[in-house]
């Protein structure tokens, strides 16, 4: 293996295979929003509570105005910042990406051009600590996705989200077991309402998010066909569940921060993967620490993880 870059994205792969491991791509980085956009999503927000049937919110994609007409609910000007936000019960549009709440309080995104009648493959998205998967989502994944043409996916956000009290010890086995609980209880059947694809669905996330998707994709190896793991410490180890990972050609596609502290522990769950044979991507983001890292990755970082994790 060659060594991991700590300045700039670190790439190698191994002898005799066509699986990619650690590998970068030349584009330049670019910020996905500004500093100031940053700073005020780091704000606390408010989301729209769960109804008794699932709440529809159309999210316009080729303008900046919902025509809704048809209900007397008041349509405003939306974009990609997640505090314009409208309700609209009109019927989405193929140049809509659509939001949808279930009644437990799962966020549901369908992508623009949703097509009931093909399966989808889906990502499992999870929520960092003092937010939702829904800012996530609103932070570092709306500006790509929603221009996405092919290979366009589901995107599943459990209720709830984490705080430093789940960092570690008790909390964090209690964060585990109850996202471990959703993820084999209430995950397959809003799967199945969406036509998600049971053989590719991923699960991800951020920081604390990070770590439930390191951790649950060992847990529960037979679910997932790949995880997406971005600037978490990846502590949890489980060799023999890593090993039907392994024969299950599952994938990871990791991502750190340059001057994030937890890349060490990264760098040791790297270790991890080669010693399982488990095939992976590692991409580092040289300009970036912990907090920022969702605003400095390219903006379709997260996309391409997806298209990485799913291939064939």
Not at 87 to 112: K, N
Not at 169 to 174: A, F, L, P
Request: charged content about 15%; aromatic content about 10%.
């Amino acid at each position: 293996m060659s060594s991991r870059a700590q300045s700039s994205r670190a790439q190698s792969s191994r002898a005799q295979s066509s699986r990619c491991q650690r590998a970068c791509r030349i584009t330049p980085l670019r910020a996905v929003f500004s500093g100031t956009m940053a700073a005020l999503l780091w704000s606390a927000m408010v989301f729209p509570a769960a109804e008794a049937a699932p709440h529809v919110r159309s999210i316009a994609t080729s303008s900046r105005t919902v025509n809704n007409t048809a209900t007397n609910k008041t349509a405003v000007e939306i974009g990609p910042d997640p505090f314009n936000e409208t309700t609209s019960l009109a019927a989405p549009s193929s140049a809509q990406m659509t939001e949808l709440t279930e009644p437990d309080g799962t966020t549901v995104i369908l992508p623009p051009g949703y097509d009931a009648s093909r399966a989808y493959p889906a990502l499992v998205l999870m929520p960092y600590t003092d937010r939702t998967a829904l800012h996530m989502f609103n932070w570092g994944i709306y500006d790509a996705y929603h221009r996405r043409g092919e290979n366009s996916f589901v995107i599943i956000m459990p209720p709830g989200q984490g705080s430093s009290a789940n960092w570690s010890g008790t909390g964090w086995e209690s964060l585990v077991n109850e996202y471990g609980a959703y993820i084999q209880q209430d995950l397959e059947p809003v799967a199945a309402k969406y036509n998600v694809d049971p053989n590719r669905m991923v699960i991800g996330g951020f920081s604390l998010g990070g770590d439930l998707s390191w951790t649950l994709s060992l847990r529960n190896p037979a679910i997932f066909s790949g995880a997406i793991v971005m600037g978490s410490m990846s502590n949890h180890r489980d060799a023999q569940n890593a090993q039907t990972l392994a024969a299950r050609n599952f994938r990871y596609f990791m991502v750190m921060g340059g001057y994030d502290g937890n890349r060490s522990s990264m760098y040791s769950a790297l270790d991890s993967l080669d010693q399982q044979n488990i095939d992976y991507h590692y991409e580092e983001v040289s300009n970036a620490g912990h907090g920022d890292l969702p605003e400095q990755m390219e903006n379709d970082l997260f996309l391409s993880a997806m298209d990485y994790v799913l291939a064939e």
